[in-house]
C-alpha cells in the first residue's frame, strides 16, 4: 500500500498477552486507532484461555497461586480452607501431639479457585482494552500483506490494514509428535493447572522445579 492510502487502523497488534496488551493501550492512549486480535490454539489436551497470554493464563500467575495455598497450608493462615488446604497446626506444648494432622490440599478445590481468579483477569483485560478505546477480537490472524492481516469470524474470513502491525504471539510449549506416547501421557505448563488430579510428580526443567517447591 501507497503512503497516501488509507488504513483500517493505525495500529494492529496480534496477540493478547502482556507485550500486546500493553503497546496496543498505549497507542490507543496516544490517539492511535487500534485493533488486538488474540486466539489461543487448544493445547494437546482441547485446553484453551483468554485474554492475558502465557502468565496469566498457564504461567506466573496459577504458579505463584499454588505457592500462596502451600504457604498457607504451613502456616496456617486463614485462607488456607478457602484455597482447598488444610492448615498446619503446630504441637502442643503440653501433650507433645499435633492438634491437627498436616493433610494434603484438594487438588480440585485448589484448581477450581485458581482458575476462577484467572477468569476474573481475563475479564478485566478485556474490559481494559475497551476503556481504552481499542477494538478487541478473538481470531486466529495471519499476515497476508506488509499491512494487511487476515482473520476469520463466525465462519466469515476478513481483512484489514494497518499502518503499523506488531507480532506479540509468544510460544507455546512443543510436544514432539514423533515420539511415541508423547502426546497421549505428556503434560506440560499449559495444562497442569487445569487437571482433575495432582501430577504426583514433575520434571527436572526450571519451571516443573518452580512447580515442585
Same mark, same amino acid.
Not at 86 to 101: D, I, K, R, T
Not at 120 to 140: D, E, I, M
Not at 142 to 158: A, F, I, M, Q, S
Given at each position: ?22 503497546? /496496543?493501550? @498505549?497507542? !490507543? #492512549? ?9 486466539? +489461543?490454539? &487448544? ?84 474490559? /481494559?482494552? @475497551?476503556? !481504552? #478505546? ?9 499476515? +497476508?500483506? &506488509? ?67
Amino acid at each position: 500500500m501507497g503512503s497516501t492510502e488509507k488504513f483500517d487502523y493505525d495500529y494492529i497488534v496480534i496477540g493478547g498477552g502482556s507485550g500486546g496488551l500493553a503497546s /496496543g493501550k @498505549q497507542a !490507543a #492512549g496516544l490517539g492511535a486507532r487500534v485493533l488486538v486480535l488474540d486466539f +489461543v490454539k &487448544p493445547s494437546i489436551r482441547g485446553l484453551s484461555w483468554g485474554l492475558g497470554g502465557t502468565c496469566v493464563n498457564v504461567g506466573c500467575i496459577p504458579k505463584k497461586l499454588l505457592h500462596f495455598a502451600a504457604q498457607t497450608r504451613q502456616f496456617g493462615v486463614w485462607e488456607a480452607p478457602m484455597l482447598g488446604c488444610n492448615p498446619y497446626v503446630a504441637l502442643n506444648p503440653f501433650s507433645g501431639f499435633p492438634e491437627n494432622q498436616l493433610k494434603p490440599c484438594d487438588w480440585q478445590t485448589l484448581v477450581e479457585r485458581v482458575q476462577s481468579y484467572i477468569k476474573q483477569l481475563n475479564f478485566s483485560y478485556r474490559v /481494559g482494552l @475497551q476503556n !481504552a #478505546g481499542c477494538t478487541y477480537t478473538r481470531a486466529l490472524a495471519r499476515l +497476508v500483506g &506488509p499491512h494487511t492481516v487476515e482473520y476469520e469470524e463466525k465462519g466469515v474470513k476478513k481483512e484489514v490494514s494497518a499502518k503499523h502491525l506488531l507480532l506479540a504471539v509468544g510460544g507455546r510449549p512443543h510436544v514432539p509428535p514423533e515420539v511415541p506416547g508423547a502426546r497421549e501421557f505428556c503434560v506440560t505448563s499449559d495444562e497442569i493447572f487445569s487437571l482433575k488430579q495432582s501430577p504426583g510428580k514433575t520434571s527436572a526443567s526450571p519451571f516443573s522445579a518452580q512447580l515442585s517447591l
